[in-house]
């Protein structure tokens, strides 16, 4: 008896399966949904210059008062409009008193500034670096600073007379305390161990002073220095108010007295530009001398 036998075949099931599996593959990859790549949200925002961010809300600010004086909300004899202001302004400017004005008040800021900043950084430089400085000068100048700058102005008018001397006495007083304060405070919180490794490095005591104690300080005395601007600009209102005969507080004084709102309103402008200009100066003045400090600058 014979048998035969058919020769082996190869398991479809196995073929067919895995043909299979690549077709349902290509399939579902035709026929289904595309993924797409997940971008962070923040990425996906539209940037926004920051100057246009920054100028959005004087813009805001002059376009309801614009409204409020077309819906006479705002009376001219209260506040006059925008329209108005401009056109005062131009005609301050064209006639020569706005800036002539200022230039003497500018000429009053600077010189009452240097004075200023020259008295309260050497006396912080000396209260901050000496203890015998500290106990000679800090209880006196902690003591000044409580009384009012602008109390001082009839006094000053006494002592000085009603000329240039007093209005620049008063700024640089204003000034000085503020420097004083920040500057001596960043001398004293200079940390320690800087200069406990400038010492093992081998420093001199002005070495310690110039390398580590004086930029370790600078920080605090540029945050001074603005805050000082800002009170000279004040104290510069307060004395161009008494006994001036020019300047940006002068045309002030003329337009109280003829009820101009128009020219008191151009000339408080005049003052919020030439603050904000102080201010950006030594803004910038700040990013170029603190290179070397890592600051967070928002999100």
Same mark, same amino acid.
Request: charged share 15%.
């Given at each position: 008896? +014979?048998? +035969?036998? #058919?020769?082996?075949q190869?398991p &479809?099931? /196995?073929? =067919?399966?895995?043909?299979?599996?690549?077709? &349902?593959? #290509? /399939?579902?990859?035709s &026929?289904?949904?595309?993924?797409?790549?997940?971008?962070?949200? =923040?990425?996906?925002?539209?940037?926004?210059?920051?100057?246009?961010?920054?100028?959005?809300?004087?813009?805001?600010?002059? #376009?309801?008062?614009?409204?409020l004086?077309?819906?006479?909300?705002?009376? !001219?004899?209260?506040? #006059?409009?925008p329209?108005?202001?401009?056109r005062v302004a131009g005609d301050?400017?064209?006639?020569g =008193?706005l800036?002539?004005?200022?230039?003497?008040?500018?000429?009053?800021?600077?010189?009452?500034?240097?004075?200023?900043?020259?008295?309260?950084v050497?006396?912080?430089?000396? +209260?901050g670096?000496f203890?015998?400085?500290?106990?000679?000068? /800090?209880a006196?100048?902690?003591m000044?600073?409580t009384?009012?700058f @602008?109390g001082?102005i009839?006094l000053?008018i006494?002592?000085?007379?009603?000329?240039?001397? !007093?209005?620049?006495?008063?700024?640089?007083?204003g000034?000085s305390?503020?420097?004083y304060?920040?500057?001596?405070?960043?001398?004293r919180?200079?940390? =320690?161990?800087?200069?406990?490794?400038?010492? +093992?490095?081998?420093?001199s005591?002005?070495?310690?002073?110039?390398?580590?104690?004086?930029?370790?300080?600078? !920080?605090?005395?540029?945050?001074?220095l %603005?805050? &000082?601007?800002?009170?000279?600009?004040?104290?510069?209102?307060?004395?161009?108010?008494i006994?001036?005969?020019?300047?940006?507080?002068?045309?002030?004084v003329?337009? %109280?007295?003829?009820?101009?709102?128009d @020219?008191?309103v151009?000339?408080?402008?005049?003052?919020?530009?030439l603050?904000?200009l102080? /201010?950006?100066v @030594?803004?910038?003045?700040?990013?170029?001398l603190?290179?070397w400090? !890592?600051?967070?600058?928002?999100?």
């Amino acid at each position: 008896m +014979s048998i +035969s036998h #058919a020769p082996p075949q190869p398991p &479809s099931s /196995d073929i =067919s399966g895995k043909s299979g599996t690549q077709d &349902s593959a #290509a /399939d579902a990859e035709s &026929s289904g949904p595309v993924l797409e790549e997940l971008v962070p949200s =923040s990425n996906r925002r539209t940037h926004v210059p920051r100057w246009v961010r920054r100028a959005s809300g004087p813009l805001l600010l002059l #376009a309801l008062w614009q409204l409020l004086s077309v819906t006479r909300l705002l009376t !001219p004899d209260v506040l #006059a409009p925008p329209a108005t202001i401009a056109r005062v302004a131009g005609d301050l400017f064209a006639d020569g =008193s706005l800036p002539t004005a200022m230039g003497v008040s500018l000429q009053r800021v600077a010189l009452g500034l240097l004075f200023g900043v020259v008295t309260g950084v050497g006396l912080a430089l000396l +209260s901050g670096l000496f203890r015998i400085g500290e106990d000679l000068v /800090d209880a006196s100048v902690q003591m000044l600073r409580t009384v009012p700058f @602008v109390g001082l102005i009839p006094l000053f008018i006494i002592w000085f007379g009603i000329g240039e001397a !007093p209005k620049i006495a008063i700024i640089a007083l204003g000034v000085s305390f503020p420097l004083y304060l920040n500057v001596y405070a960043g001398i004293r919180g200079v940390d =320690s161990q800087l200069v406990e490794a400038g010492e +093992s490095l081998g420093l001199s005591r002005w070495g310690l002073v110039r390398h580590v104690v004086l930029p370790g300080a600078l !920080p605090g005395a540029m945050t001074g220095l %603005r805050y &000082s601007l800002g009170i000279a600009w004040l104290a510069l209102v307060f004395a161009e108010q008494i006994n001036a005969d020019a300047g940006i507080g002068f045309l002030m004084v003329q337009a %109280r007295d003829f009820l101009r709102t128009d @020219v008191i309103v151009v000339c408080l402008i005049v003052y919020a530009f030439l603050g904000l200009l102080a /201010d950006f100066v @030594v803004r910038t003045l700040e990013r170029l001398l603190l290179q070397w400090r !890592p600051t967070f600058t928002g999100r």
